[in-house]
């Protein structure tokens, strides 16, 4: 059985930082792809980044970019999404999502197995 689980998120002041991360179960990693996805209240959910394991490149999304990271683990069966420099812009529930290809993708509906989310609030 196929399961993601998140878990790190919590409430941080803006500056602090936060590493979210996402066990795998029911299936290995290895070529195979887990993408960070957020929803903040009232907002469509977006993809935050992913990375691919055929090339081992990461995609961000813009306003991300040089703040969050995505890194694995594929001994742990697990992905990260280490944060940086966190604003109140970036509150929100973050779920990791497995794609059953190698490559990277921004679009929800390419991603077949959700977690249940992880609450990140950024506030002083």
């Known amino acids: 059985q196929v399961q993601l689980v998140e878990s790190g998120g919590g409430l941080v002041q803006p500056g602090g930082s936060l590493r979210l991360s996402c066990a795998a179960s029911?299936?290995?990693?290895?070529?195979?792809?887990i993408g960070w996805f957020r929803q903040a209240p009232g907002k469509e959910r977006e993809g935050v980044g992913c990375i691919s394991t055929s090339d081992w490149s990461a995609y961000y999304l813009n306003s991300v970019k040089g703040r969050f990271t995505i890194s694995r683990d594929n001994a742990k069966n697990t992905v990260y999404l280490q944060m940086n420099s966190l604003k109140p812009e970036d509150t929100a529930v973050y779920y990791c999502a497995l794609r059953t290809y190698s490559y990277c993708s921004n679009y929800e509906y390419q991603y077949t197995y959700w977690g249940q989310g992880t609450q990140v609030t950024v506030s002083s």
């Open positions: 029911g299936f290995t990693l290895d070529g195979y792809t």
